[in-house]
């Protein structure tokens, strides 16, 4: 109503302000005084009259709107409370033990007995095996698995893959085996001193494609025979189980192989990087093994089980690159060049936020695969995407590692350079960058 | 026979302080936190007796925010069987904490109170000691060798130039030094069961102390930066300047 009032007062006075008459009568001065006088105490009438405010009561105290409550899923990237201690734990354990012994495993071209016998008291065998066969595993778990690999490769990229091998073969048994399958070989992972064991998938070849195996699997009454060369297998000459991808006439499967079998043997092939986890060709020639060690039934998912051990790779590469970021920022903060620490060159510092912001990328690409991986969504495309992804940047950020030491990362007295080494492997595993 | 380990939240060991803007104390926003590590070697230590037969029941104790559970939630992954936190929002000081304790062992009559020597945040060395004298049990501190045997633990202690071995009668406090053992790490199937472990909580009131600080923090200040070192030209200027400026010679 008021509003009303004065909107109808203001218009007759605007109108009366622009006439000519004013002018003629010499009353224009006055008219527009009234005018903004009228406005300003209009205006005022109204704020002030329009609304009444009501208390509703008084609180105790002032009312806020808490958090979201917990996962909805959709870019929900907090860890829990067991699985942050977890890392806490598999960290400290890549700090004492990985990291001092990392040069001379590298050295070696193998992860020792001790090492291998100081990780069995994070349980990780334990940890991928049901609690049917003595395992602590009660859901699956591919997020944790990929948390623990991180951050053991934060210590070192060659002795986690020696250590993450026999897992990922307990948690593919866990995942696809059979019956007899899981009962013949799980119990073993679960107990003090658990087999060693491998995967097979990549073999040596230009634009490898895990869909179409040059390593055959032909069928000869109840056994399969194999034969080929598969590239990049860890612990390939001590393995005590194989998992071995192979073409069969029904498209790829995958074959349990007892170490020791005929026609298996392991080849010479010193990588550049990753040399800790002891990985060579593995050559088969005519090697016979039962029908009924073809992994899984019906239910076996190829493409799934290839999917997981690349985003698995993915992680690895995730946790070594942090390393370098970790170990070149308080570098470049401290290195003096011109008198003052080198971060202060923005050359410098871009490549180090640059470094930062890629990591970042690698990491949410990667958890977001594996998250849909332990919902039991479909993962195949995001996992090709952070493969993609970690496959270039992680090698970039190997690369920028050892160009911001400068002379010192060209050396073997500085980390970086096993680091750049390791990290080119991603480049390489599960096939070229261009797949 | 029942162990009592109380432990403590501090910052983690390899972050590096910074003090706050108004000299109140140390910034803690977005720091990473952990256990002590001394309090870790006195969980490790109760665990070790618990393996070896020697003791039956651990329980892990802290005085502290409610965060703190987080750090009760290790102990029990690294082998203690439950955890009572003793919530407060006050800044918690080795009087208050060792009265606080004092209600704890008379609620929970343990055998062996084995704690760390001192918390790596503001290294009073005091609880321990303080909870020995307000029970008036036998105290064992320093300790970096501990055995338990017919109602009795006997303490080999870290004193100045060299070790010495006393022998407490049970109920006793041991307080652990760096050398006693080295921690395990938590497995992951442990980390898993630690969450079906009980945890209590209570309230100072309930057990009837008060926590008010005692100690006023008047200032917190960094240390003074270290002078970079010059190099010397000869062997007279190096003698010269032990001489006139350090003034050792």
Known sequence: ?435 | MKVLVPIKRVVDYNVKVRVKADQSGVDLANVKMAMNPFCEIAVEEAVRLKEKGVVTEIVVVTVGSKTAQEQLRTAMALGADRAILVETEENTQPLGVAKALKALVEKESPDLVILGKQAIDDDNNQTGQMLAALTGMPQGTFASEVNVADGKVSVTREIDGGLQTVELSLPAVVTTDLRLNEPRYASLPNIMKAKKKPLDTVSPADLGVDLTPRVKTLKVEPPAERQAGIKVASVEELVDKLKNEAKVI
């Not at chain 1, 490549?351 to 930062?356: C, E, G, K, N, R």
Request: net charge negative; aromatic share 8%; proline share 5%.
């Open chain 1, 1 to 435: 109503m008021a509003k009303d009032a004065v909107g109808y007062a203001l218009t007759a006075l605007n109108k009366m302000a622009s006439s000519d008459l004013l002018d003629r009568l010499g009353l224009r001065k006055l008219a527009e005084r009234m005018a903004y006088t009228l406005t300003r105490t209009g205006f005022q009438v109204i704020t002030t009259s329009a609304r009444t405010f009501k208390s509703a009561g008084t609180p105790n105290r002032p009312q806020r709107l808490n958090t979201p409550g917990h996962t909805t899923d959709l870019f929900d990237l907090n860890i829990t409370d067991e699985q942050q201690m977890i890392r806490d734990s598999v960290k400290a354990f890549a700090d004492d033990v990985l990291r001092p012994r990392a040069e001379a495993a590298d050295a070696a071209s193998c992860t020792s007995e001790e090492t291998v016998a100081a990780a069995l008291e994070l349980g990780l065998n334990f940890f991928a095996v049901p609690e049917a066969f003595g395992g602590a595993a009660s859901e699956r778990s591919p997020v944790t698995t990929m948390l623990v690999a991180e951050d053991l490769a934060w210590g070192d990229m060659g002795q986690a893959v020696a250590i993450l091998a026999p897992m990922g073969v307990a948690n593919a048994l866990t995942q696809w085996g059979n019956a007899d399958q899981q009962a013949r070989y799980l119990p073993a992972f679960a107990s003090e001193n658990p087999p060693k064991a491998t995967l097979a998938v990549a073999e040596p070849r230009p634009l490898f494609d895990p869909l179409q195996l040059q390593t055959t699997a032909r069928r000869d009454g109840d056994h399969y025979v194999l034969n080929g060369t598969k590239s990049l297998v860890p612990l390939a000459a001590e393995a005590e189980l194989f998992l071995i991808a192979a073409q069969t006439d029904d498209g790829p499967a995958v074959f349990i192989v007892e170490g020791g079998t005929d026609g298996l043997r392991a080849g010479e092939d010193p990588s550049m990087g990753i040399r800790a986890s002891g990985q060579r060709p593995l050559l088969l020639d005519n090697v016979r093994v039962p029908a009924a060690q073809k992994l899984g039934d019906d239910d076996f998912d190829y493409r799934a089980f290839v999917d997981l051990g690349t985003l698995a790779w993915c992680s690895l590469a995730i946790g070594t690159s942090q390393a370098v970021l970790d170990y070149v920022i308080p570098y470049c903060n401290e290195r003096k060049a011109f008198g003052e620490p080198i971060s202060q060159r923005q050359a410098v510092a871009f490549l180090i936020a640059d470094m930062a912001i890629e990591l970042d990328a690698m990491r949410m690409l990667t958890w977001r695969a594996v998250c849909r991986a332990e919902q039991g969504k479909s993962f195949r495309r995001e996992a090709h995407l952070a493969r993609t992804l970690c496959k270039e940047k992680a090698m970039k950020i190997g690369t920028d590692g050892v160009q911001l030491l400068g002379g010192h990362g060209f050396t073997k007295e500085y980390p970086v350079e096993r680091w750049y080494r390791d990290l080119r492997a991603i480049g390489v595993a599960f096939g070229g960058l261009h797949l």
